[in-house]
Each structure stands twice: as C-alpha cells, then as structure tokens.
C-alpha cells in the first residue's frame, strides 16, 4: 500500500538556524504533497503545500522542494524561532484522494 | 477554503458505550470526508473514506463494526464508536478535502475521546 516516510522523529536547533525535514513516498501516482505543522491538541495546520508540476516553493522562511523522479519532498524552514517548535507532519495524495501521512518530526527551537 | 467543524472536542465515556462524533463541512458541499486516528505523539492514521449516500471504504485493519460511518448528506459525516473500550482512546479528526486543481484538506478540531 502507500507509504510515506518522514527524517528526522526529532530536530532540535539553535534559534536562528535552518531545520531540514525529508520525506519519501512509494505511491509513483501521488501529485500533491502538502505540509503541516500541528501544536498539541490542535488540528494540523497547512504550512505550505507542493504539486507535482513544480519543483520549489517558497514563502517566506518556509520552502518546499520536490523530486518526482526520486519520489522525495523536502520542507525547510530558515531563521527559526521558538514558536517554529512543533510536530511536522508531511503528506501525499492523489489529488482528492486520501492523505497518507508521514511519522511526524518533532521540531525543536531553542533560543 | 472549507470550514470544518467537529464535536464534541473532547467525551469520556465509560467502557461499553457508544459515542458519536459529528464532522459538519459548513461551507462547502462534501460528498468525501476523511477520518484518522492519531495516537499520543504519533501520526495521523486514516481510518476510513466517508462517502455521501453510499457505504465508507475502510482502511485494512479497521473495524467497520467497531467504528460506524454514516455520511447522510453533503455536510455532516459521523462517526460512531461503538462499545467503547480503553483502548479506543484516542485523538479522532476528520476532514474535507476540496477538489479541482488545487486542492486541499480541511480539519476538524479533533475528538479526544477517553474510555473509562
């Protein structure tokens, strides 16, 4: 069945540095991949999503990057602050298909 | 986008009850919505495909007696956990996803549900 990984569980750094979160996925069909950051308890939170006929996307300190041929997506987020920390979620569709979502990546930003 | 709205945000039940959990799609006419289950500091698991005026389409693994589906019209889906257990604790949270060429998903607010 589908499958989408997500590196690293946790990510722990410096207030100001970048944070690097990777994702693989096994459905070659997928075209949208999209993610979120949810606080605890909360509901997930789009961040910034990415479809298959684009390779990069930015907006502002968050960018996203897609490889369709490896069938990897990368989220990085640049000069970081505390209230980055979050878990991280990624996610791969098909269109209006179900989300198949990673493991999650807990973010750590230390001021 | 789409307004989703989930309730209760949080049940505690005692063991061998029922409890329902609405997912109302406000603004925007759903003939799918989508439930996961999501464990303590884990991921969001999709439990099952609600489909308007036909049968969900369950994930391998999920009790489709355990766990009843009804999506009766284009803006309210259910979901009914059936003689509850402690086990079934859980964060449950649906969605909407919009079509066309750039769609998106859509959450609740999530059910904490506890089994007591």
């Known amino acids: 069945g589908e499958n989408v990984e997500q590196h690293p569980s946790t990510l722990s750094v410096q207030e100001g540095d970048s944070a690097v979160i990777k994702c693989t996925y096994s459905d070659s069909a997928s075209n949208y991949f999209p993610w979120y950051k949810q606080e605890l308890g909360k509901r997930p939170q789009l961040i910034i999503d990415?479809?298959?006929?684009?390779g990069e996307k930015k907006d502002q300190r968050i960018a996203v990057t897609l490889n369709k041929t490896a069938k990897h997506f990368s989220l990085h987020i640049t000069e970081t602050q505390p209230e980055d920390s979050a878990v991280y979620f990624c996610a791969a569709s098909r269109r209006t298909d179900k989300l198949i979502f990673g493991t999650g990546t807990r973010l750590q930003v230390f001021p | 986008g789409a307004v989703v709205s989930q309730h209760p945000s949080r049940v505690i039940c005692k063991s061998g009850t029922s409890v329902k959990i609405e997912c109302r799609s406000l603004d925007f006419q759903a003939t799918t919505m989508f439930w996961y289950r999501q464990f303590p500091k884990k991921s969001l698991m999709l439990m099952a495909t609600s489909n308007e005026g036909s049968k969900a389409t369950y994930e391998q693994g999920v009790e489709k007696d355990k766990f009843l589906i009804n999506h009766a019209s284009l803006t309210l889906s259910t979901l009914t956990v059936t003689s509850a257990h402690p086990e079934d604790s859980s964060f449950y949270i649906c969605s909407v996803q919009t079509g066309g060429r750039n769609t998106e998903a859509f959450f609740g607010q999530g059910t904490r549900l506890t089994v007591v």
């Open positions: 990415i479809r298959s006929n684009v």
